[in-house]
């Protein structure tokens, strides 16, 4: 059983361009979370979705800053008009059902913004 | 709202046991993480504990949880080089995601 897939594992973009970045999930999970990392710091949560909802955004900055996870396919994170402060790890976790179910992790997509 | 701290840095020697420590604010915490982040890595998902228990063994790995003093610890007994990580504590309750405490660095030492 894969585990929770993120590509790519590394990002470069120049500043304002887009950035996406994807997450498949763990077969039978159907909760997907986006968490940030920022250089020594810990993991800052951004959205939380299902299957074609977005159940808890209330970590995402209010511009920029989007995510889908469709009916079919992996979930994406969208950032528009990158700047350098967007340089960080963001860490996909899949879950099978959100109450009181450990988060699986992915191991990141580690964006660098030039 | 809720916050999570942990101490920045704890070095031991090999063979040593190792003492993680976290407090947490949220009272209504249903359970408790932690996991472990190597170098260019995710999270690697290590134990959880379920708030209405004060302790959990798994193998090397102790939790003890003072649910009274909001205060989690993860004991990893004889600990060795690969166990050089960072460490991270983990809460939520019911349907709220996960908040993660900044991480222990772990050095362990030959």
């Known amino acids: 059983n894969a585990g929770v897939m993120q590509n790519p594992r590394h990002l470069v973009r120049r500043r304002g361009q887009e950035a996406r970045l994807r997450c498949s999930p763990m077969?039978?999970?159907?909760?997907v979370y986006w968490y940030r990392q920022l250089p020594e710091e810990g993991l800052k949560f951004m959205v939380y979705?299902?299957?074609?909802?977005?159940?808890?955004e209330s970590g995402m900055p209010k511009e920029r800053f989007s995510a889908e996870f469709p009916k079919e396919g992996p979930s994406i994170l969208r950032i528009q008009q990158v700047v350098r402060g967007d340089s960080a790890a963001y860490f996909c976790?899949?879950?099978?059902?959100?109450?009181?179910?450990?988060?699986?992790f992915g191991n990141g997509t580690r964006l660098t913004v030039t | 709202g809720e916050d999570v701290e942990q101490s920045l840095f704890l070095s031991v020697r090999e063979g040593d046991s190792s003492v993680i420590n976290c407090t947490y604010t949220?009272?209504?915490?249903?359970?408790l993480y932690w996991y472990k982040q190597e170098p260019g890595a995710g999270l690697q998902l290590l134990t959880y504990?379920?708030?209405?228990?004060d302790m959990k063994q798994d193998q090397r790995l102790t939790v003890l949880l003072n649910k009274k003093d909001k205060h989690l610890s993860l004991r990893i007994a004889d600990t060795q080089t690969g166990d050089s990580a960072i460490y991270f504590c983990?809460?939520?309750?019911?349907?709220?995601?996960?908040?993660f405490g900044k991480g222990t660095r772990l050095s362990v030492i030959a």
């Open positions: 979705l299902q299957k074609e909802n977005i159940i808890d």
């Open positions: 504990i379920f708030s209405n228990m």
């Open positions: 077969k039978g999970h159907s909760h």
């Open positions: 976790a899949s879950s099978p059902k959100t109450e009181n179910s450990p988060l699986h």
């Open positions: 949220d009272s209504s915490s249903t359970y």
């Open positions: 983990a809460e939520n309750s019911g349907n709220t995601p996960l908040v």
